[in-house]
């Protein structure tokens, strides 16, 4: 079955530096998404991207976020200037063209950001 | 707005044992209805869903119908086993406008040989 795979599972960063989660969507996806986790929170949606543009993104996702697709197969989230709070599992996701009913997203495993 | 609630976890039960967790909703639309499940240091995986009125998603004997009149999407089953042991997630989505899934708060379901 094909699944969103992501890089890295688990990084830890010192705060204020940069950092980039990778994220392969599943081919025929054309939706592409970043949710977080912080511990024992709930799963929040950060922002989603469609046609090589955002198309709609959470008070959450500020300046200090920004999402790319450099290239067919990728999709990255970049944060500028890490934070403590910063600190989550961040989730990638994609679906297929929206227009149906149920459409499904599917999800990576995550990748487990540490600020320190 | 949008919002989903679910049953306060932790929820403990010996293996066996009928499962519910509770999940309601509130959205401005019609939504689709979901259950994600997170294994123990796994990421988010689709358990099952319905899109709309009336329909029961199924999936590894979990089931959950969707009710409009009572805004519910209870997630059941008949007979838990210690690998069922994990955090399962309610969530909608809605057809028109954004395209993104608002989640409830999660619910942490251990079950005990």
């Known amino acids: 079955e094909p699944e969103v795979t992501q890089t890295p599972s688990h990084q830890v960063t010192q705060m204020g530096q940069e950092v980039i989660l990778r994220c392969v969507p599943i081919s025929n996806h054309l939706y592409f998404y970043w949710y977080r986790q912080i511990l024992g929170q709930k799963v929040e949606f950060l922002v989603s991207f469609y046609n090589n543009e955002i198309s709609e993104k959470s008070e959450i996702f500020d300046d200090q976020f920004s999402v790319e697709r450099p290239d067919g197969s990728n999709f990255t989230l970049k944060i500028r200037s890490t934070k403590l709070e910063d600190s989550a599992m961040y989730f990638c996701?994609?679906?297929?063209?929206?227009?149906?009913?149920?459409?499904?997203?599917?999800f990576g495993e995550g990748s487990w950001l540490t600020v320190v | 707005g949008n919002s989903v609630t679910q049953m306060e976890g932790p929820v403990t039960l010996s293996e066996e044992a009928f499962l519910t967790i509770n999940c309601t909703y509130t959205?401005?639309?019609?939504?689709?209805l979901f259950w994600y499940v997170q294994y123990p240091g796994e990421g988010l995986q689709l358990l099952l869903k319905a899109t709309k009125a009336d329909d029961k998603g199924s999936n590894k004997g979990f089931e959950a119908t969707y009710r409009k009149e009572t805004t519910s999407f209870h997630l059941e089953k008949g007979s838990v086993q210690v690998s069922d042991s994990a955090v399962y997630f309610c969530a909608l989505h809605l057809i028109q406008g954004a395209q993104k899934l608002v989640f409830g708060q999660g619910t942490r379901l251990t079950i005990n040989p």
């Open positions: 996701a994609s679906s297929e063209v929206l227009g149906g009913p149920g459409n499904t997203i599917y």
């Open positions: 959205a401005t639309g019609y939504p689709s």
